[in-house]
């Protein structure tokens, strides 16, 4: 996706924009929780919502309010592109198409904060070829038949996880751990399908007239019993499957700057994830993160994260911001704006994002874009019902 640069600066401009006039009304968070944390540049360490729920820091749970329960359905990479064809080829494309569902509850009551859910992570890509379709015709026989291969490479990732979170107040500090049970499978290789067509005309035609062949053999394949089933045929390169328990543990607390505390605190958070190392198929890498968050109005919430992955050429970082507005109190309609950047494994990232709740029932569209590179804009959606 191309765009031109004084489209680029108005995108952004309208952004901006958009921002500031929406906040004005105090109001809590939109509801998926991996969306604002990608349209807020991946902030996650010291913001906290009332709506967290198994993506953020585990002591961010502290904070929930109410009775928390989501469903909802994330999809990134939505790709479709013809590719040129080489030597014979009919057709040649891919495709690739990424999904993110979750189900998750999180409630606080006293001084601990629970959550319990799953998320699964699934990457589809596949290269599609149709070979030239071989034919022949038995004039003897007065038989034709006709084959045609369809090659589909794949590479199919799928990362199962059940998560279990607990917080707890100690004083002024929030502690809370995730466990993760995670199951991975990855699949590589490809099918080979192929087409068999088969028809045999009556002694009646004429097999030197084409005009009368051709008609003949259309109308067998078309009303006769003549197309066989298409053979399937599985040939993987890679498959495994592996199974492991995982551990986070999060720390936040609130810092004041007046003895009287009238203004806003600022929120400190440290996370450690992947603690166990897990021998996955795809190891999750061992991280270690510090970051800020800070509500300096009700309507507004700034954070920054700052983070070192184990295998990462040098620190990661993120820094985001949303703004809210709502109408309405009985059912509330609620628009959430976002904006944000980070760095992670020396790929700088843009972001921003919105969402809209009407009554129980939330839309939200974030897109993020790498150093500039428009053709790579990554577009997540989600769905979520909660209730």
């Known amino acids: 996706m191309w765009i031109h640069s004084s489209v ?16 004005v009304i105090p109001v809590s968070s939109t509801a998926n929780e991996m969306l604002r944390i990608a349209g807020m540049g991946g902030t996650r360490i010291a913001t906290s919502a009332d709506d967290a729920g198994i993506f953020g820091n585990p002591a961010s749970l502290a904070s929930v309010k109410h009775h928390n329960i989501a469903l909802g359905i994330t999809s990134e990479n939505l790709h479709w592109t013809e590719l040129p064809k080489q030597n014979r080829e009919q057709f040649v494309a891919e495709a690739n198409i990424d ?9 606080a009551f006293g001084e601990w904060g629970v959550s319990a859910g799953y998320m699964a992570y699934l990457t589809n890509f596949a290269n599609f070829t149709f070979h030239p379709t ?17 090659i589909t490479d794949y590479s199919l990732f799928r990362e199962d996880s059940w998560v279990l979170g607990l917080s707890r107040k100690v004083g002024e500090s929030v502690v809370g751990t995730r466990l993760k049970w995670v199951a991975q499978d990855v699949k590589t290789g490809a099918v080979v399908s192929t087409l068999n067509l088969a028809a045999r005309h009556g002694p009646d035609v004429d097999a030197h007239a084409p005009d009368q062949l051709i ?23 890679f498959d495994r499957t592996a199974n492991r328990l995982e551990l986070d543990i999060g720390f936040q607390r609130e810092v004041w700057f007046d003895a009287d505390r009238v203004h806003p ?13 897990a021998n996955l198929v795809e190891p999750l890498p061992f991280r ?40 309405g109190d009985a059912s509330p309609i609620v628009v959430a704006l ?22 129980t029932t939330y839309l939200e569209y974030t897109v993020r874009l790498g150093s500039f590179s428009y053709d790579s804009y990554r577009h997540l959606f989600a769905f979520t019902l909660r209730f």
């Open 134 to 150: 071989r034919a022949e015709y038995d004039i003897t026989a007065r038989r034709f038949s006709a084959e045609t291969d369809l």
């Open 215 to 237: 008609e003949a053999i259309v109308e067998e394949i078309q009303f006769g019993d003549r197309v066989r089933e298409i053979v399937h045929e599985n040939q993987p390169t």
């Open 288 to 327: 270690l993160g510090i970051g800020v968050a800070y509500e300096p109005l009700e309507w507004i919430a700034v954070g920054a994260d700052l983070w070192r992955d184990t295998g990462q050429s040098g620190l990661g970082f993120a820094v985001g911001t949303e703004l809210h507005k709502t109408w």
């Open 8 to 23: 680029r600066d108005h995108y952004f401009t309208t952004i901006l924009a958009l921002c500031l006039l929406a906040a």
């Open 338 to 359: 976002r904006i944000g950047a980070g760095h992670a494994n020396s790929v700088l990232h843009f972001s921003s994002g919105v969402g809209v709740r009407l009554g």
């Open 99 to 107: 999904l993110y569902p979750s189900v998750y509850y999180s409630y």
């Open 265 to 277: 605190p600022l929120q400190i958070g440290v996370l450690f994830e992947n603690l166990l190392r």
